[in-house]
């Protein structure tokens, strides 16, 4: 059974930092694509960025780029993303999803003061 | 930018069938997902490349695509089929876009 779990969520000032983390076990890790998701209270799904089965290549929805990196280990099979300066209007339940088909059950972030 | 377009309510008896539109605002060049996302819980695919069904997913789930729209047919929708539903689509096989989502109301 693919599982997904993140963590790594909680509450953060605007830019500061937090590094989410999402561990994964039921396939092959190092065969998917794998990306995050995010949904902003009472909100549509937003796509964030995603990364190839072997890291070398990375996406970015415009708003993140420059703020936060995606990341795997896949000796771990574990995703990343690790979010600097971070804004109120990243607050969010971030879903970690594999192969666009699998998705955790989210970890919240929020930004504020 | 590359957009998906669905309308934000639609609503049913039980029994009838739903539709729920997805427009893509170019030529088709990428096959489109639709996830069921039910309140405090995660999305769920139900459909993907246009009309394929995942394992699981009960047969009155179904989808089709023509020129720049994908549709999400619920033949004889159920009350436990009242959700929010999202179409989603790569964006040159790379980046992905969600639509707004379609509440979904069975009553």
């Known amino acids: 059974e693919v599982q997904l779990v993140e963590s790594g969520g909680g509450l953060v000032q605007p830019g500061g930092s937090l590094r989410l983390s999402c561990a994964a076990s039921g396939f092959i890790f190092s065969r998917y694509w794998m990306t995050w998701v995010r949904q902003a209270p009472g909100k549509g799904l937003e796509w964030v960025a995603n990364i190839k089965q072997d890291g070398s290549e990375k996406y970015y929805m415009d708003s993140v780029k420059g703020r936060f990196t995606i990341s795997r280990d896949n000796a771990k099979n574990s995703l990343y993303l690790q979010m600097n300066s971070l804004r109120a209007d990243d607050t969010a339940v971030y879903y970690c999803v594999a192969y666009n088909t699998y998705w955790g059950q989210g970890t919240l972030v929020t930004v504020s003061s | 930018s590359y957009e998906l377009t669905q309308p934000s309510s639609v609503s049913v008896s039980p029994g009838q069938t739903a539709r729920i539109t997805c427009s893509r605002d170019?030529?088709?060049?990428?096959?489109a997902r639709w996830f069921q996302q039910k309140p405090g819980q995660a999305p769920v695919l139900v459909m993907y490349?246009?009309?394929e069904r995942p394992s699981g997913i009960p047969e009155r789930f179904s989808g089709s695509s023509s020129g720049t729209t994908v549709t999400l047919t619920i033949s004889g929708a159920q009350v436990e089929d009242e959700a929010e539903y999202y179409c989603?689509?790569?964006?040159?096989?790379?980046?992905?876009?969600f639509g707004g989502g379609t509440k979904l109301t069975v009553l």
């Open positions: 989603f689509s790569a964006v040159d096989n790379n980046r992905g876009v």
């Open positions: 170019e030529l088709a060049k990428q096959y």
């Open positions: 490349k246009d009309s």
